[in-house]
């Protein structure tokens, strides 16, 4: 259904205008006042490539189309054992709804299976309905909530905190002694 592809300098070119729509055009959601935007191209480049080799577009398997954007940053761990991290992603709304939470489990199990994550964190803002949608359907729990952690659009603005554990992973999906596998 969908494929993740890591952005590199190789197929950078080839994504950037995809990606760069796509952010600007939900920047509200994925953004606070502290980024400095005024020079997009230059934000964008540098934002992707901080977060390189963990910056993933998908692609629609059947038709080869952009459909978005995941990444993860903040981790805790190490180089060598990677605990923990944190995930955003951002989708083409066309591709909202079935698409887009195969995605989001196929994304989460190569986190765990592949990655060997032993948690995945998310912080939204809470208007931001669908991605809660998202990871509740994926046995994501609210930890918490920030108040007024950030500011956005010139206000105070609270941030709800999501976590899964590999633990709740597997159980969700009957994972016995091995690693989960689609």
Same mark, same amino acid.
């Given at each position: 259904?969908? *494929? ?13 205008? !995809? ?10 959601? #994925?953004?606070?006042? /502290? ?7 230059? /934000?964008?480049?540098? /934002?992707?490539? &901080? +977060? ?20 993860? $940053?903040?981790?805790?761990? @190490? +180089?060598?054992?990677?605990? @923990? ?7 083409? +709304? ?5 698409? @887009? ?6 994304? /989460?199990?190569?986190?765990?299976? %592949?990655?060997? #994550? !032993? =948690? ?8 931001? #309905? ?10 994501? &729990?609210? *930890? ?8 956005? =659009?010139?206000?105070?603005? $609270?941030? *709800? ?6 633990? %709740?992973? !597997? $159980?969700?999906?009957?994972? =016995?002694?091995?690693?989960?596998? !689609?």
């Amino acid at each position: 259904m969908c *494929e993740f592809v890591s952005v590199s300098p190789n197929n950078f070119n080839k994504y950037f205008s !995809n990606v760069a729509f796509l952010f600007l055009r939900y920047i509200q959601y #994925l953004i606070d006042d /502290f980024q400095d935007t005024k020079n997009t191209y230059s /934000f964008l480049y540098n /934002f992707i490539k &901080s +977060r390189a080799p963990f910056f993933w577009v998908i692609v629609d398997k059947y038709s080869g189309d952009f459909a978005g954007f995941v990444f993860l $940053d903040n981790f805790t761990g @190490s +180089r060598e054992i990677l605990h @923990s991290a944190e995930v955003t992603g951002c989708i083409e +709304r066309k591709y909202w709804g079935q698409f @887009s939470a195969k995605c989001a489990d196929e994304f /989460f199990n190569y986190c765990f299976s %592949i990655l060997n #994550l !032993n =948690k995945i964190k998310a912080q939204i803002y809470p208007q931001n #309905l669908y991605v809660r949608g998202i990871l509740i359907k994926n046995g994501f &729990s609210k *930890e918490g909530l920030l108040k007024a952690e950030t500011i956005r =659009k010139g206000k105070l603005q $609270d941030i *709800e905190v999501y976590g899964l554990t590999r633990t %709740i992973w !597997n $159980d969700k999906h009957n994972v =016995k002694g091995k690693i989960y596998e !689609n």
